[in-house]
């Protein structure tokens, strides 16, 4: 919703500063410098990335309208399953755990925070990880070391989209002066028609150069950076997993184990000590 509202503000301020300069918008409707420089744009970022890339790419750009799909409640709910889970392999041993990591969907307990299983790299990498605890012997450094190669995959993977947008965004100010560099290449040829003529092909061709650097600066560069933002908001509920795996795995208890997750989240959607506490006691 932020990003529809920004843009309108960023074109409305523009239309109405041009409009004040008695500026004619008819000048800037140059559909050409627009295919110009949105389809070499577009091309570009084919040229560029793999057809599942580009699909990562589109459904991030959707995102960006509804946000991070993360939240407060969805970390608390999150808490509250590793704490069912701790206490149960506590109580019942760690092989006990094995159908719930074997098969999430299936499980009784994983059933019970449908917003886990909403995120299939989070329930992946925790299934993952807790099976290499549960075949046993493997300490808890080099489960550590483990867990990060498996996030630094899983972040390079997902880093992609905001880089394209990011890259693609520091492309159209170039692309701009190519469509200018056009334009003045069409004047010339029409330099003896007369100076009113030349004029407004030169002001055609310039709409390129100011084209290009509105959809940097103003547009495409923007929602490159909230997409960043997106992706960092969402990589937090994976690291919080893998801290409280980790406590776990050096044998703290169950709630000390999900204290470690609690930290990890970031301060806007970090639940309180008193929320946490209050969480896992309603699932005992």
Known sequence: MFVIIGAVIVFACLIIGYTMHHGNLMTLLQINEFIIIGGAGLGSLIIGNSLPALKRIMA?????????NVSKEQYIELMQLLYELFQFAKKEGLIALEPHV?????SDILSKYPSFLEHPEAVEFFSDTMKVILSGGVPAHDLEELME???EAIHKEEELPHEAITNLADS?????????????????QSISKGPEVVGQAVAAALVGTFLGVLLCYGLVGPIGKNMENIFYKESVYVQCIKEAILAFAKGTPASIAVEYARRAIDPENRPSFSEA???????R
């Open 60 to 68: 991030r750009v959707k995102q960006t309208l509804k946000g991070p």
């Open 149 to 151: 190669l498996d996030l």
């Open 172 to 188: 159209f100010p170039g692309l701009g002066i190519v469509a200018a560099v056009l334009g003045v290449i069409i004047s010339m």
């Open 277 to 283: 506490e209050e969480a896992m006691r309603a699932t």
């Open 102 to 106: 074997e098969n999430p969907e299936s």
